[in-house]
Structures are given as C-alpha cells and as structure tokens.
C-alpha cells in the first residue's frame, strides 16, 4: 500500500509575473508612461494553489516544467524557500512569463506568454510518484499536463481551474470534463453561466463547479443540490492592492476546506475568505494567508466546524 505522502500535488502552471502598476485601465496610448518600480515575482495559477495550499498547513508537492533560465530560478528559489516540495525538468522554451498591468483599484490586465513547445509533456516518470502519493491532484490547464488524468489512482480525487473559459474553446474540455472539482470564472460567460456549469457536471465527471464573480461572489453547482447557488463576496480585511492571485487562493481555501471535510458551505466561504486577503497583498502569491489568519477570519462558527491545523 503506498503511504501518502502529499496532501496536494500540483501539475504544472508555475512560471513569472512582470507586474506593472499603470495608473488606469484601460490604459491610453501615449509614447511613455512613468511608473512605480517594475517587479519580478513568482506567478501562474499553479505557483499560486501550491503557495496557498502550503500557508495553510497542507503537505504541497509541485511538478512542472521550468526553464534553465533566471526566471526558472526565481521561480525554483521562491517555492523551496516557502516548504513547497518542488519536482521539476528543463522547458524547451523557457519559463512562462506574465507581464500584469495593474490599476489603482487592484484590477489587472494580464498579457500571458505560455511559452509552449508543441508536444512537450510532463514527464512520466517526473509526476507518477507524486499522484500515486497524494491525497489530492491539481491539475493546471497547460498543455504539457493534458494526458495525466489516467494515470491518477483511484480514489485519487481531482480538480481543475478552467479561469475565463468560454464554455467552448476546446483546449479546456480534457480538463473540465475529467475532473472530479472544476474550478472556473463568470468573465466570459454571460447568461450561458449557468447552462456552461451544467454542462461540465452532465458531460464529465464533476461533483462540484464553482464559477467565480468577483466581486459578486461565486456560483456554486454540486451534485446533491436541486441547482446552482449563489455565494456572497467577503469583505475585504484591508484596502485593495492588486487583484492577482485571488482566484489562485479562494482554490486554495476550498481545498483546504474538503481535505478537513468541512461542509461545502464553509468550504465555499474558506474560499471567498482567502480571495479577499489576496486582493489586499501586492504582488501575485507573496503573501498568502496563513492558517492562523483564516482561522481568526472564519470566527466562532470556523472554530466549531473543526478548523484545526495540521500537525
């Protein structure tokens, strides 16, 4: 029997944010702009559920694709400094880079470069000991981590973040419809949000879909429920800084809150507690809340429902 040694095992998504603090969005055209110090920081969805996941007590372990590169070492120092076990092999192409225009109110504009080598994989042999060690896979919707879903043991429970999919580009459909969670934005959805939602339950193998609004809160569609519901925002606890990350961390506050196998409800709000610090910290993953804080934030009722750390 193989011992667990993982409580969340994340594939692939890491890379670095070039984050660029613009004094509006959208931004004018003109020859130049004078801006605050331009930063290099750790970012990508995969950096981010690994580095949320782990500030919350939880055994993190990272397979990916990094390039030999500074922006790979940047990246490679960064998650080893923080206790996030980290597996990794050469990127043909180079580390993903992200340059994020960010507002005054914390909104950003992100300008992605995948660097993606048609037909790179994650190596077998590189993320088969961690599957089949983890309580938990996460599974970042790079084409390098399409063909892993097979070789996830049973019982072996999955998610996935499909971010502002529009319901019908087929690069997202491995994952949407091969994971257990599926994880998503309202931005390009419209009216079809609810009809979107569905369709990843009926055509996949999804209990749970959690479409993100913002400010607006989340949408919530699980398998024992007559239909979708509607979860509020939290307060922010500071003022807004820089939107990054915040989807990265309600992820990571949901996770943390079905491996303590809380109820969805406070799964949920775990969630919408750990998107609203990140809207308050610069920088995409630097400052992810801790357990102590999620704790303090999720009050009384937290504390009852059996909030505990992970010892």
Known sequence: MTTIQHDVVVLGGTGVDTTVYVPELPLPYRDTYHVPPVVDRIGNTGSGVALGCRALGLRVKLVDLIGEDPQGRLVRDHLTARGVDLAWAPSAAGTIRSVLLVGPDGRRLSLHDPRATPGERLPHDLYLPAVRAARHVHVSIVGSCRHVYPDIPDGVTTSTDLHDWDGTNPHHEDFAYASDVVFM????????RDAVMRAIMSRGRASLVVCTDGADGCHVLAAEWDGVRHFPAQPLPGPAADSNGAGDAFVSGVLYGRLRGLPL???VRLGALAGAH??????????????????????????????????
């Open 265 to 267: 409800e406070e799964c």
């Open 278 to 311: 990140a809207c308050t910290a610069a920088g995409t993953h630097e400052d992810p809340i801790t357990l102590a804080a999620l704790l303090e934030r999720a009050g009384e009722d937290g504390q009852k429902n059996g909030l505990v750390t992970n010892g």
């Open 185 to 192: 934005s309202a931005a390009a959805l419209g009216d079809r």
